[in-house]
T-cell receptor, first 110, second 112 residues
Framework: ETGVTQSPTHLIKTRGQQVTLRCSSQ?????VSWYQQALGQGPQFIFQ???????GRGNFPPRFSGLQFPNYSSELNVNALELDDSALYLC?????????FGQGTRLTVV | GENVEQHPSTLSVQEGDSAVIKCTYS??????FPWYKQELGKGPQLIID?????GEKKDQRIAVTLNKTAKHFSLHITETQPEDSAVYFC???????????FGKGTRLSVIA
């Protein structure tokens, strides 16, 4: 049990739609990272937030955006969904370099 | 940027045998190397980590070794059990502001 919870656990969306995924961080952790994990691959870094500011971004287009709230919970928003966006989306709550992951949200785009 | 290579991609061992998974990294500035276990339908679970100021760390049946000169680190699991079957990922980073860069994973199967 990592204390990091994500919702929803599963989601099916149609190409072109928009989606919002949510993450509740572990208490006291002020940094949250989001990763995309395609089937059979390692997690790929999307972006990271520290005290409500984005402080790092991976090689993902601007239609991937996020927010971090004062209670350190976070959202990942994806606009104009494409079939290739189908993946497991992971939220990680960080204390320094140590990262604890949630169970993920499985997004399927049809 | 950092690049992490992981081998093998699949590994099958008999229950009770040892398993070794190896990773190499490219950025000599990296100083933190965690290992994660991911079971089907779950998120990655941190099982052990090592920092660059030590060469080896053990936790019961699990150990990690680090060779900074060669830029590689390894996960060793002794006395494997069926519940060790999962996908294992290595990762590297050099600060709390930089992301973890993951290897592609090793699917470990422990055969009873």
């Amino acid at each position: 049990e990592t204390g990091v919870t994500q919702s929803p656990t599963h989601l099916i969306k149609t190409r072109g739609q928009q989606v919002t995924l949510r993450c509740s961080s572990q208490s006291g952790h002020n940094t949250v990272s989001w990763y995309q994990q395609a089937l059979g691959q390692g997690p790929q870094f999307i972006f990271q937030y520290y005290r409500e500011e984005e402080n790092g971004r991976g090689n993902f287009p601007p239609r991937f955006s996020g927010l971090q709230f004062p209670n350190y919970s976070s959202e990942l928003n994806v606009n104009a969904l494409e079939l290739d966006d189908s993946a497991l989306y992971l939220c990680a709550s960080r204390l320094g370099q140590v990262a604890f992951f949630g169970q993920g949200t499985r997004l399927t785009v049809v | 940027g950092e690049n992490v290579e992981q081998h093998p991609s699949t590994l099958s061992v008999q229950e009770g045998d040892s398993a070794v998974i190896k990773c190499t990294y490219s950025d000599s500035a990296s100083n933190y190397f965690p290992w994660y276990k991911q079971e089907l339908g779950k998120g990655p679970q941190l099982i052990i980590d090592i920092r660059s100021n030590v060469g080896e760390k053990k936790d019961q049946r699990i150990a990690v070794t680090l060779n900074k000169t060669a830029k590689h680190f390894s996960l060793h699991i002794t006395e494997t059990q069926p519940e060790d079957s999962a996908v294992y990922f290595c990762a590297a980073s050099f600060s709390g502001n930089t992301p973890l860069v993951f290897g592609k994973g090793t699917r470990l199967s422990v055969i009873a």
